[in-house]
């Protein structure tokens, strides 16, 4: 199995990127002689997110990327190892690590199935993968309910994210999640990321309005007819506005408009106007408004504005209504529906209330509250081993909520007639899958006892990405695997899609499963 | 400047990982002709994080890296940037973009000066790699505080993290935050953070305690003296610890127990026991004793044990009892003070009890609530342009906490006669700094009029890092710069370093920026 050699690749393939206590385990089983022992660990996570009853499962491609590459051989890796193992460490164990690779490991999504050592191994650096993506994509798909289907959700978090890495991982996972793109041009050139990005308050703050470009000249667009004097036009057309909305012509800050227009010559098809950088009201909607329309003279349409400060429901609704008063006023009619882009710190709250009925806001710009889930900044992921030579083992802690559920299983989404789920059921790897129409008997998680249902229909929920090391199907695209995330949380009933207070989605054992639970539970071998 | 070839600045030297506005203002800079004016940007936060008044600024040594390795020419980069800008965007803008690296640019930690477009394509990539390091950085000095210097603290967190880089992020950072190590094998490879690790449930559940060890055969700690069979050894000893603890010697679970046999037999002079798999009184501790004791009789001693779920505090007290207990039966006087490790979701409210007085916890493993920063997910530190062409710039929105301070300044700390902190003053660069001894008058943030001061000593606190693209001196270790966060904060009086409602430190301003700031205020030029 060769390593991609992409740049992701190189980056994700780090495979002491794991807690030292996977190497001393793995001393320990090749120490009593078990490396090669078959063994399977689960990787789940224990409670939705955020106080929700779903949650979006994530990190697959990044997972299979670091399985494929994933070797010891290189780079110092092993030389290192031994420099924190005990010094009389047996040679042989380092031999063992320098041929390691995951030839021999087999993942339907999210079990992981191979030699004891190599699984082992594995637990840290698929958890740190799976983990946050399944986190932040579930926290985008909040936001996507929350907006509607209509809004543009952009996802601008890079720089409060944890480090470069965390950036490109909220980036990509968000837009999964139900975004519609992101400011993080990285994702877009290693993920294929739609993106988006105008200016900063630093382009408007450097200009004075004393600054003579080099060209202010700009032909129309459709290239036909003299170029004009874009500045000289603007400051025409300021006077205009300024009459219309009873401003001085002096009050609209000269250095914001000289930005505008330096950014219009550069963008003249994609201008946009970021409006808060002195006052919005007397500055940079009236210099926005001078620029778009000595713009759309010469043919060319405005394509936007962005807040980024102050009450911005309000703000946008006062926007909208001067936008139609111009557009009305000197007949560009395009005027009227410019986007209005907002952005500040923007939590599922103030999401709410700008997606209200009636709000004049086009585009939301989330940053902070996307990437560091400040609801909740982790999912509790855990990786567990469920099964070693084909035995089933079982946690079996004073404390209820670690313990695990043991053996190779399989699970299933049982469905309604109208195709809507009824549970998932787990139920073990050996048992016959259950039949669409058969009434069968179950044991719904945190109930008292078991329960009969009828599914409709019968979906499988793993599906096996890689056997004895080799991908069995191509991996979805990030495009697709957005898809599908919508198409899941479509066929999720209203009341588990509740953000607050949902109805916890059901989740059943077999009688197999539950009889297993009770005997490891009850002391039986293990 | 060449690049660096070790694979950290590999990974950290992505040009694009930025903001897709940086590359459109890039254009529209250059567009207007201002690409090589000579622009100042500073990187700062308006407010410490965690409700506290002190924050430690980390990040340096990434951003160094990230600027000597910055270049656009290479592996498609400019290709890409010319992909999502205008299909007639000048081929001379490209151009320039390839030619580009950061030899102009000149960094005293936290102002970046140099040509207006390179220093704002900075912009991004320098917030994401100073916000999460000093936010974990400070925040890893908030536990150090409540732990106090004799706790053992562990960071533990990678698989919490925002992906890898995240991880990588706060292991590196919460030890020069004050934590002692970290579990991730990645930090020690790379930064040279001190490691810590043992093993994990799954080591423990994967032996039922009918396997076979290849080789059972311990010889003694001095090498002299016939080998033992370690696993027979510890079952006498079973028999007499379960005697002594009045326990039936059927109690302890004996997969368990082969798996301390088994982690005894690869690590015999760093043996630590993992207590709570099945239960901690019944089998996790008689188990760990018998094999302590049976290698303590081949003169090795056990280093510790671990607690992962439970009340830890009460548990560790429970344990330290029966180690001195078993001590004194069966004189192995070094049993009394074997480590106790404790873990599971510990956060500052658990830490303070962890380490209250008489507490029997030594080290303390903390994962989500170092690495996730649950208080304050994110440090809202932002890159605002002071000055252009030597002329200052101020962001003057409506949203006072949004405005900037404008123009090139200097910092200085001004210290009493005992060396604590006065205050911390701002004033232009031009400024002649403030002299020991002498008397000024300064305008403390957030208050309404100025006052005086008189500092015994003056220190200034902007070093010179990078001059036109040179490093000035070599960075500090990661050592080196850990020494010095916790000297910066043994040297804070109490009154700032408390967690909960600290006093505010004071930053003022000089005379002079005072004047500026009130004169751009009020509309004069910018």
Redesign the interface.
């Known amino acids: 199995m060769a390593a991609e050699q992409d740049?992701e690749a190189?980056?994700?393939a780090?495979p002491?990127?794991?807690?030292?206590?996977?190497?001393?385990?793995a001393?320990?089983?090749?120490?009593?002689?078990?490396a090669r022992?078959q063994?399977e660990?689960e990787l789940f996570f224990r409670g939705c997110p955020f106080g929700g009853a779903f949650a979006l499962a994530a990190g697959l491609r990044d997972c299979v990327r670091f399985l494929r590459a994933f070797r010891l051989q290189d780079?110092?890796?092993v030389q290192?190892?031994a420099s924190?193992l005990?010094p009389d460490?047996d040679p042989a164990f380092f031999e063992h690590l320098r041929a390691l690779d995951c030839s021999d490991v087999t993942v339907p999504l999210l079990q992981v199935c191979g030699p004891?050592l190599v699984v082992?191994l594995l637990?840290?650096?698929l958890?740190?993968?799976v983990?946050?993506?399944s986190l932040?994509a579930t926290n985008a798909s909040r936001l996507r309910l929350i907006a509607g289907p209509k809004k543009r959700l952009l996802e601008?978090g890079?720089?409060?994210?944890?480090?470069?890495?965390?950036?490109?991982?909220?980036s990509t996972y968000s837009y999964l999640g139900g975004f519609d793109g992101s400011?993080?041009?990285?994702a877009?050139?290693l993920r294929g990321v739609p993106?988006?990005?105008?200016?900063?308050?630093?382009?408007i703050?450097?200009?004075?309005g004393t600054?003579?470009?080099?060209d202010p000249m700009l032909a129309p667009a459709a290239s036909q007819g003299p170029r004009v004097d874009l500045a000289a036009c603007a400051e025409a057309w300021l006077d205009r506005v300024c009459a219309h909305l009873g401003l001085g012509v002096q009050e609209p800050h000269r250095?914001e408009r000289a930005?505008f227009v330096?950014?219009a010559?550069?963008?003249p098809?994609?201008f946009q106007g970021l409006l808060?950088?002195?006052?919005?009201q007397r500055s940079g909607l009236p210099n926005f408004l001078a620029v778009a329309l000595a713009l759309g003279e010469l043919g060319y349409r405005a394509v936007g504005v962005r807040l980024d400060?102050?009450d911005l429901l309000q703000q946008a609704q006062e926007i909208r209504r001067v936008f139609r008063s111009i557009s009305a006023q000197f007949q560009m009619p395009w005027l009227e529906s410019v986007s209005i882009t907002v952005s500040n710190n923007i939590d599922e709250e103030e999401l709410t209330r700008l997606a209200q009925e009636g709000s004049e806001v086009n585009v939301i710009g989330i940053g902070?509250n996307v990437?560091?889930?400040?609801r909740q900044?982790?999912l509790?992921?855990v990786?567990?081993?469920v099964s070693?030579g084909g035995?089933p083992?079982?946690?079996?802690?004073?404390?209820p909520e670690?313990q695990t559920l043991p053996g190779s299983k399989a699970a299933f989404r049982l469905l309604g007639a109208d195709g809507s789920p009824l549970l998932d059921l787990l139920q073990l790897a050996e048992e016959a899958p259950p039949r669409a129409g058969q009434e069968l008997r179950v044991w719904p998680r945190g109930a008292q006892g078991a329960c009969r249902v009828r599914p409709a229909h019968v979906e499988p929920l793993l599906r096996l990405w890689v056997q004895q090391g080799q991908l069995c199907e191509p991996l979805p695209s990030l495009a697709e695997s957005r898809a599908f995330a919508q198409l899941s949380l479509s066929r999720l009933s209203p009341e588990h899609k509740q953000l607050q207070q949902p109805a916890p989605y059901r989740v059943a054992l077999s009688d197999k499963l539950q009889a297993l639970v009770a005997r490891l539970r009850a002391g039986g071998?293990?």
């Open positions: 740049p190189l980056a994700a780090r002491l990127l794991t807690d030292l206590y996977q190497a001393t385990m001393l320990g089983y090749w120490n009593a002689g078990r022992e063994a660990f780079a110092g890796n290192f190892l924190v005990p460490t004891l082992q637990e840290t650096p958890l740190c993968l983990s946050y993506a932040i601008m890079l720089r409060r994210a944890q480090g470069p890495d965390g950036g490109l991982t909220a400011s993080n041009v990285l877009g050139q993106l988006a990005g105008t200016l900063a308050h630093s382009f703050t450097s200009f004075l600054e003579v470009p080099p250095g930005a330096a950014y010559l550069a963008f098809r994609a808060d950088t002195y006052s919005v400060s102050g902070t990437v560091t889930c400040p900044p982790s509790g992921c990786y567990k081993l070693v035995q083992r079982m946690k079996l802690t004073e404390d670690k071998s293990s």
